[in-house]
């Protein structure tokens, strides 16, 4: 059966990457400010987190399955943050998260067992410099996640991805050069970092029946930087 699967913010990086997977075997409805990067047989609707009501949108009565992509890389000493900055990075990572969800509410219950996948970062579990911002609003989403998996248990599936440092627009100024790419590899067990099909593959199959029988998980696709020290 083809799914209903809607990408906040899906149109570049690691975004993109899931809508194109998803293409193959699923109607993708991408809800985003741009369009850069939009796979062939995917629908775009201009829709900006922040600003807009998703349920405005020509969406599909029933959703299977929603994607929340936006997100914010913000690493600076703590005496370097306002709390304007904090307030800015909750608001795109964890209240626009919020907002959406809420706003599809209707769509998804139409659906059997639809599944929700939101994003993380690996500094949530592993406590490091200079994340103070960004840990602090991917924490919320990973708090919420699991209330929120409990709450909708067993009608909604709810998951979360908390990848390291992955290869993407997003990431761009930490890994502009060969030598901070090398850098950043030999931080990892597995001594690279991750690229945008790494965690659109771990994506595509929380949205599959394969993980019918999970929800309410925290999933690090981090090449073992949250479990393994090899020093």
């Not at 906040?8 to 809800?31: D, F, H, P, Q």
Request: with cysteine.
């Amino acid at each position: 059966m083809e799914k209903n699967i809607v990408l906040i913010g899906g149109s570049y990086g690691i975004g993109a990457a899931i809508s194109k997977k998803l293409a193959e075997n699923n109607n993708v409805y991408i809800a985003s400010r741009s369009k850069e990067e939009i796979p062939e047989g995917c629908k775009h609707l201009e829709f900006d987190a922040m600003e807009d009501d998703i349920s405005a949108l020509d969406l599909p009565d029933t959703i299977h399955g929603l994607v929340y992509c936006p997100g914010s890389i913000n690493l600076k000493p703590f005496k370097m943050m306002t709390p304007e900055t904090f307030q800015e990075d909750m608001q795109l990572n964890f209240m626009g998260l919020v907002k959406s969800v809420h706003g599809v509410l209707p769509n998804l219950k139409n659906a059997e067992t639809p599944s929700l996948v939101f994003f993380s970062t690996v500094a949530v579990k592993v406590g490091m410099p200079f994340h103070t911002s960004v840990a602090a609003a991917k924490g919320a989403i990973e708090g919420f996640a699991k209330s929120l998996a409990a709450e909708y248990a067993p009608n909604f599936r709810v998951n979360v991805i908390a990848p390291s440092l992955t290869d993407s627009p997003l990431a761009s100024k930490l890994l502009s050069n060969d030598s901070k790419k090398e850098k950043m590899a030999e931080r990892h067990p597995l001594k690279r970092v991750g690229t945008t099909n790494d965690i659109a593959a771990m994506a595509t199959f929380l949205l599959s029946d394969d993980s019918s029988w999970m929800t309410g998980q925290v999933l690090g696709v981090d090449g073992g930087l949250s479990t393994l020290n090899l020093q």
